[in-house]
């Protein structure tokens, strides 16, 4: 993917952290930790298991655990199917819905985002999503930042509803199929 | 709702909404231009994708029924408001607490009403709604729905409902504490219900927000209802994104909403039972008649721009808000509806076509319902100018009156007062209407002939400026022709819905020489409007920079000059650049003026229609030429011309405001003071 970058991500607030091996993934895990203390919901999806499979104290979605401990997480972990350069987006294909939970209903989203999956913009995202397929996953979440809102006054707030804080943690490509459960 | 006029004039008074109501709008309008340049083609996408999807919207509807089913979600297509609150009464656990995200098709079906009667309770989860719905007030914005609400009324609201009464006035703490009372009623609720950004042919429900309440909205609950309007649908899942992509970007000025959902089905192992309810309620009907209206994606730019929103807010539209709202409600509920809601208060400057991203043309649209009225209900005074400005006789007469009333100070006393119609009283220039058939050599060497459009109330008030534009052309090497025909083009009957009087004499304009045009809104009207001179007709400012300006010989010395462009011009005729060039040629210095994009408020005879409104755009304007500094002020429209003087003189300003050709011409003559 030449010619592709992740400024855009930043530009939307997502924290953007480069993981080449286990011991960077220590590294932005104890970052992230120190700032959001709280239970870890997992989604357990083909990049997430690669990289936190050796972790304890975590809770994996859903087979530790489904809606209520995701309701209960500080910290919720999912893979992300692609990411768009251009407006910065993180997208999510899934089938079974626990995905768009585990992004949403926690303080902190970390997307794990295989780097041989950013694509330009929605356009080729879609084309690289019906390859080979022949209907589209049931639930495309597409996230461009942490949740905000400009009701009071105009005025730009982060963390309404959805998480006060996205992380993308660009982790080494990843073969397979894009939907992740 | 209180009777239009009163509501207008209590909206006028309320000086905090509008300050909170620009507040909010202005971080938009500056965002909007930036964002866009990245997605040219957006827009052209978008307006096509809507008219192909309501060109064969049965058929896509039924295309749409059958894939959604096959995927796994409830379908039923309901004919109107009462059918759609039917199936979702019939479908829902009794005393459900139901979370809602925004939806302006919900509010029009008055399915929250019906919900709570039947013994539900419902929760507004969009933060604006939510304010709204504790304060118990209507939205004022299709996506900033508490708009006019400032940040102390919220507090208070806050502090009283959710027993916070330590709370501060910050954005930040207010939305952290609306937040930690929300949650529990999200994870709590048993029934859901959204719209719909679009519905694909393909069996797709696309959504796009900021909260990430949609999102909740969808996914808690066991039963989720999207309640989306059939206009709604298009082809395909690609058209369905360009339109969030295009709501977003020209709704906020953000490249792409913060979260998009798309649902091509029920989550498999979690998730609620998806119901769709496609909503007719008279729109296939309504399309057959005008399908343009009901291209709109609800995205609020047209809002965003609008004189007459900035200043009414809510007041101006019903269930439905704006121009746009207001011609759907012409079309699904009828004439009267819509009269009362403000058809007539579109001020027609144009500004929300370029700023739509479907490019509905809704000046011109109303235009056109407003000419169905049986009877035109336009006050006395408008009528009698409508009347005199097809009587060449009555003009000349008129003129006498009004040089009269500005020589005995009465036109100055009446301005300084300011509040009624009565209270706009032009004064012309000095000069006699132009001779008919008269022609003006062009200085050595000539490059060719051209008309001058003469015209109605320009011909008999403004004579003077019609003089100075054919020095111009003449001092550009143009022999300019007067017509044998002087006539009114059209523009200010159409504005009020009325049908021109008599058939224009356009053959008097014979040949294929060039029709130059002094005002904006009859450039506007006649190059829009179909007529046999359309092709000809080009405003002096285009025309002189299409065939090169020769600039005086001896330039006005760096005189600070502050320039307002008519809506007509700029947005009607996209012409912005080159009344700036010409006079920056002649010498003058153009200096910034704060919201200089903002309309005068003349808008043909709508000062003699809204006066109060019209008054505060005048004063408005003036007042914003009075902050860039400059003695000298310009215009190209003499709409623009009288209502402008006339705010300057409300404020007793001591700005001198001139044609665009005078001021030209002045640089010709070397006499510029």
């Known amino acids: 993917m030449t010619g592709l970058g992740w400024e855009s991500f930043a530009k939307k607030g997502i924290t953007v952290r480069h993981i080449d091996s286990p011991v960077d993934f220590l590294?932005?895990?104890?970052?992230?930790?120190?700032?959001?203390?709280?239970?870890?919901?997992?989604?357990?999806?083909?990049?997430?298991?690669?990289?936190?499979?050796?972790?304890?104290?975590?809770?994996?979605?859903?087979?530790?655990?489904?809606?209520?401990?995701?309701?209960?997480?500080?910290?919720?972990?999912?893979?992300a199917s692609l990411a768009l350069a251009d407006t910065g987006?993180?997208?999510?294909?899934?089938?079974?819905?626990?995905?768009?939970?585990?992004?949403?209903?926690?303080?902190?989203?970390?997307?794990?985002?295989?780097?041989?999956?950013?694509?330009?913009?929605?356009?080729?995202?879609?084309?690289?999503?019906?390859?080979?397929?022949?209907?589209?996953?049931?639930?495309?979440?597409?996230?461009?930042?942490?949740?905000?809102?400009?009701?009071?006054?105009?005025?730009?707030v982060r963390g309404m509803h959805g998480p006060t804080a996205v992380e993308a943690w660009i982790v080494p490509a990843v073969e397979g199929p894009l939907t992740l459960t | 709702m209180p009777d239009l006029h009163d509501r207008v004039r209590r909206a006028l008074l309320d000086d905090t909404a509008r300050e909170a109501r620009r507040h909010g709008t202005q971080p938009i309008r500056e965002r909007v231009p930036r964002a866009l340049p990245a997605y040219p083609e957006l827009q052209s996408r978008v307006r096509r994708s809507k008219e192909r999807a309501l060109d064969s919207l049965e058929e896509l509807l039924d295309q749409a029924g059958a894939r959604l089913m096959s995927h796994g979600f409830h379908v039923y297509r309901a004919v109107d408001a009462a059918a759609a609150r039917d199936y979702i009464l019939s479908h829902m656990p009794q005393s459900s607490l139901v979370i809602k995200s925004k939806?302006?098709?919900?509010?029009?079906?008055?399915?929250?009403?019906?919900?709570?009667?039947?013994?539900?309770?419902?929760?507004?989860?969009?933060?604006?709604?939510?304010?709204?719905?504790?304060?118990?007030?209507?939205?004022?914005?299709?996506l900033m729905p508490a708009i006019g609400v400032t940040i102390e009324e919220i507090q208070k609201t806050f502090q009283e409902q959710f027993h916070e009464p330590d709370l501060k006035p910050r954005p930040e703490d207010l939305v952290a504490s609306a937040r930690r009372h929300l949650r529990p009623l999200l994870e709590e609720a048993g029934v859901g219900i959204s719209g719909a950004n679009a519905v694909t042919a393909t069996g797709e429900i696309v959504l796009m927000e900021n909260e990430g309440n949609i999102r909740a909205v969808t996914s808690l609950p066991d039963v989720h209802f999207v309640v989306a309007a059939v206009t709604k649908v298009v082809e395909s899942l690609e058209d369905a994104l360009s339109v969030v992509q295009a709501a977003s970007l020209y709704g906020i000025g953000q490249d792409f909403g913060n979260y998009c959902t798309v649902l091509s089905g029920p989550g498999r192992d979690i998730g609620p039972d998806v119901h769709v309810v496609l909503v007719d309620d008279g729109r296939v009907k309504a399309i057959l008649d005008e399908p343009e209206p009901f291209y709109c994606i609800n995205c609020g730019s047209c809002l965003n721009v609008c004189p007459v929103y900035a200043e009414l807010g809510e007041a101006y539209g019903g269930e439905r808000l704006g121009g746009i709202g207001v011609m759907q409600t012409f079309l699904?509920?009828?004439?009267?509806?819509?009269?009362?809601?403000?058809?007539?208060?579109?001020?027609?400057?144009?500004?929300?076509?370029?700023?739509?991203?479907?490019?509905?043309?809704?000046?011109?649209i109303t235009n056109r319902l407003k000419a169905r009225r049986r009877t035109i209900p336009t006050g006395p005074l408008r009528q009698r100018f409508l009347r005199l400005v097809h009587s060449p006789v009555d003009l000349k007469r008129s003129r006498w009156a009004l040089s009269a009333a500005a020589t005995l100070g009465i036109a100055a006393r009446w301005h300084r007062r300011g509040r009624k119609a009565e209270d706009f009283i032009p004064v012309p220039t000095s000069?006699?209407?132009?001779?008919?058939?008269?022609?003006?050599?062009?200085?050595?060497?000539?490059?060719?002939?051209?008309?001058?459009?003469?015209?109605?109330?320009?011909?008999?008030?403004?004579?003077?400026?019609?003089?100075?534009?054919?020095?111009?052309?003449?001092?550009?090497?143009?022999?300019?022709?007067?017509?044998q025909q002087k006539f009114c083009c059209g523009a200010l009957d159409a504005h009020a819905g009325a049908t021109p009087l008599g058939s224009p004499s356009w053959d008097t304009f014979s040949g294929n020489d060039p029709i130059i045009l002094n005002s904006a809104g009859c450039g506007a009207y006649l190059t829009q409007h179909p007529n046999p001179l359309s092709d000809r007709v080009e405003d002096l400012t285009a025309f002189l920079t299409r065939v090169g300006f020769r600039a005086p010989p001896k330039p006005v010395s760096g005189t600070p000059l502050a320039y307002h462009n008519p809506c007509h011009l700029a947005y009607a005729q996209q012409i912005a650049e080159e009344p700036r060039q010409l006079l920056a040629m002649a010498g003058y210095h153009l200096v910034d003026v704060p919201a200089g994009e903002a309309c005068c408020g003349s808008a043909g005879t709508y000062n003699l229609e809204f006066p109060e409104l019209a008054w505060n755009l005048a004063r408005r304007k003036a007042a914003d030429l009075g902050a860039s500094g400059a003695a000298l002020a310009c215009t190209a429209n003499p709409g623009c011309l009288m209502q402008i003087r006339a705010g300057l003189e409300s404020l007793g300003s001591n700005i001198r405001l001139e044609h665009i050709a005078t001021l030209l011409a002045h640089a010709y003559a070397g006499d510029v003071s």
Request: proline residues 6%; glycine residues 8%; aromatic residues 6%.
């Open chain 2, 103 to 142: 939806s302006n098709l919900a509010k029009e079906i008055h399915l929250p009403d019906a919900l709570r009667e039947a013994g539900h309770r419902v929760i507004e989860t969009d933060l604006g709604d939510h304010i709204n719905q504790l304060m118990g007030r209507q939205s004022g914005h299709v």
């Open chain 2, 431 to 483: 000069h006699q209407p132009l001779p008919a058939g008269r022609v003006y050599p062009g200085a050595e060497p000539i490059r060719g002939s051209v008309w001058i459009f003469p015209g109605c109330v320009m011909d008999a008030w403004y004579s003077g400026v019609h003089q100075d534009t054919i020095r111009v052309l003449n001092a550009n090497g143009y022999t300019v022709r007067v017509p």
């Open chain 2, 332 to 364: 699904l509920n009828g004439e009267e509806r819509a009269l009362h809601d403000g058809l007539d208060l579109c001020l027609g400057c144009q500004r929300c076509v370029p700023a739509c991203p479907v490019k509905i043309d809704t000046p011109a």
């Open chain 1, 27 to 79: 590294k932005a895990w104890n970052v992230l930790l120190e700032t959001h203390f709280g239970p870890v919901a997992v989604l357990n999806d083909p990049i997430s298991a690669t990289w936190l499979d050796l972790y304890e104290n975590i809770c994996w979605i859903p087979d530790d655990g489904g809606r209520a401990e995701i309701l209960r997480a500080q910290v919720g972990f999912t893979g």
């Open chain 1, 89 to 156: 987006t993180l997208v999510l294909a899934e089938d079974s819905g626990f995905a768009r939970l585990v992004s949403n209903m926690v303080s902190c989203h970390v997307a794990l985002v295989p780097e041989n999956r950013l694509v330009a913009n929605w356009q080729t995202a879609l084309q690289r999503l019906d390859q080979g397929r022949s209907h589209r996953p049931r639930i495309l979440s597409f996230i461009s930042g942490p949740s905000q809102t400009a009701d009071i006054q105009g005025q730009l």
